[in-house]
């Protein structure tokens, strides 16, 4: 079973296959999602649900608010749908909007 996910702002849409993150579908769709560590610590993939139910299948450590649940956010790379949804959510248009990647651990170099 699958369900329909429509993207504003832009109308885009993909599909997510059953027991497969929102996330996971809309790279595999090609649409650059706003994403980070796609395992629920950074928050990067937040997003408002606009209509439509989801379910959590992966546990996450992002702590969203009680005002960001009131207002329907979500973390995609954790969630599945329920019903074909739609959802705000910010988009890459190109490589401008994708931000640099981050570690915790500053690199050294041992040459003089």
């Known amino acids: 079973m699958s369900f ?10 993909f599909t997510v ?24 610590s950074c928050g990067d993939c937040k997003a408002r649900i606009v209509s439509g139910r989801v379910a959590r299948i992966r546990h996450h450590d992002y702590v969203l608010s009680a005002a960001a649940r009131a207002e329907g956010q979500t973390l995609l790379c954790c969630m599945a749908p329920l019903d074909d ?12 909007d994708i931000p640099g990647s981050r570690s915790p651990v500053a690199c050294t170099s041992s040459r003089p």
């Open 4 to 13: 329909f996910v429509e993207l504003r702002p832009g109308g885009r849409k």
């Open 17 to 40: 296959e059953q027991g497969e993150t929102i996330l996971v579908a809309a790279l595999r769709s090609g649409i650059a999602l706003d994403h980070g560590c796609s395992n629920g």
């Open 85 to 96: 949804l739609v959802i705000e959510a910010a988009t890459a248009h190109g490589p401008e």
